[in-house]
């Protein structure tokens, strides 16, 4: 095959956060994480090898005897407050980043704020910020368009809080914020996008724009890595999300000179050298 | 000449914060405004031939024996209690939407948000506006550009409070917003835009789009009559400001079909029946 040009996004892989709760998880052996620590099965996998630290997604079938880490993405005040009831030995590994709209939830829905958050209902990151929310159920949107038809539905009240999921699309935040600047009275935007996800969604966008074919490596169910893998297909044709180099398949790289490569925050570094070797060797 | 459809827009003409002022000057004859109390000259002319009111542009000139009404724009902090210190016999014909953005930006300052202001400086309500800022000095811009330039030189800080001039474009308010969300942690948007404002602006938009020519009434000086013409001047070739009949050239209106009026919120109703008329003379 002639030779490929492979160049790595600016920006890419591990966050502060995902770094911040793989070292406390190597610091606790034969804990267990109450659902999945990060959103990268590989990492996960490796961690409960080398360190005993397994997953649990059901709280009541924790091991009272274990050491407990709360996941990346943050869990649910309930079930904060349950574990801490029980005299549970705690680890906190939410990322800091993931705390900051959990406390705004809580703060502007006591000043009597209605909060609408910019996300997945179904992701654990967002099940989390909503359940702060105190006296009144936030408005969950994943999309501009969901929002318009909440507002058809007369569900947007005047006096708004913004929140987005840390791994959302700035883009799409900005949209959301304009329009409900043009029918509330007062919105408080609050840019909870992290900058982690932000800097990589902006080099995969300009890396996109340069190359033929687009590897996105990361968990398929990481939300910041699909998203990469969407603004990626915005820009070039050619795009494949994997979680290892085994899902690599050569006929990608045919009659192609240029590759580029990013990688979501929860993508190990090991993972993504794997990645490079095995397309070095096609 | 051939027979012309002459569509008066939706909305249009007096505001309430407008009426209100003129029924307040109309009850108390023989008082003195501090500055021009509507943006609309010919109006100004008939309350102080059939009322006795007059207009005192500097603070210091005016005469002690008389009331003193506050124009609908609002006057500056320190102007306010300088007539209050000298006892003065004050009526207030601020607009409610206009005190509105000055308790904002008092009450915003107060709490630690950089105050951006969408407007102009040189307008008496932004000059109102701006002095109530405790402790700092508002930026105020004219245009998303002028924001940008603001953020090219450093001048926008994290936790920002949005306020818009209460005639502006609503859209490029958005805009505005839209672009502050993407770069601060939090920004409080106060969709301070008027609404009859907001609605004048969207009948002049609909009606541009389907006559040929649209005549706008209104003062030269006034704020939302510009917006008018300039939203106006996007949809139809032919738009024509005035502030009143005998501005009105016959040859505009030569082998056109369909004429259009709207008139801003300071433009009486009396100026906009004499248009009328003298277009159908024609």
């Known amino acids: 095959m002639q030779k490929i040009e492979v160049k790595l996004a600016k920006n890419y892989g591990f966050c502060f956060g995902v770094r911040r709760a793989i070292e406390i998880a190597q610091s606790r052996p034969n804990s267990v994480v109450l659902g999945e620590l990060i959103h990268n099965p590989k990492e996960i996998a490796r961690l409960e090898r080398d360190f005993g630290v397994g997953v649990c997604e059901d709280i009541e079938k924790i091991d009272p005897a274990k ?13 904060l407050s349950k574990l801490k009831e029980r005299g549970a030995d705690i680890t906190d590994a939410t990322c800091p980043f993931v705390i900051k709209p959990q406390e705004i939830c809580a703060k502007c829905s006591r000043e009597g704020y209605e909060i609408i958050i910019f996300g997945d209902a179904a992701h ?34 005047s006096k708004v809080a913004l929140i987005s999921q840390t791994t959302k699309s700035a883009e799409v935040f900005g949209q959301i914020a304009e329009f409900l600047s043009g029918i509330c009275s007062e919105v408080r935007v609050f840019n909870t996008i992290c900058n982690a996800t932000f800097d990589n969604q902006q080099s ?41 180099e085994n899902e690599l398949n050569v006929e990608w790289f045919v009659g192609k000179k240029s590759c580029g490569i990013t990688a979501g925050a929860s993508t190990p570094e090991w993972i993504i050298e ?4 095995r397309i070095k060797e096609f």
């Open 204 to 244: 995969a966008r300009s890396l996109a724009k340069e190359v033929e074919i687009m590897i996105i490596v990361g968990g398929k169910n990481s939300s910041n890595t699909k998203m990469l893998y969407k603004i990626s297909s915005e820009f070039c044709e050619n795009c494949y999300l994997i979680e290892d």
């Open 274 to 277: 794997k990645v490079l070797k």
């Open 67 to 79: 050491a407990v880490i709360i996941r990346t993405h943050g869990i649910q005040k309930n079930d």
């Open 124 to 157: 654990p990151e967002i099940k989390g910020v909503v359940s702060y929310c105190e006296n009144s159920t936030p408005l969950v949107i994943n999309s501009l368009e969901s929002l318009k038809a909440a507002k058809e539905q007369n569900k947007i009240k």
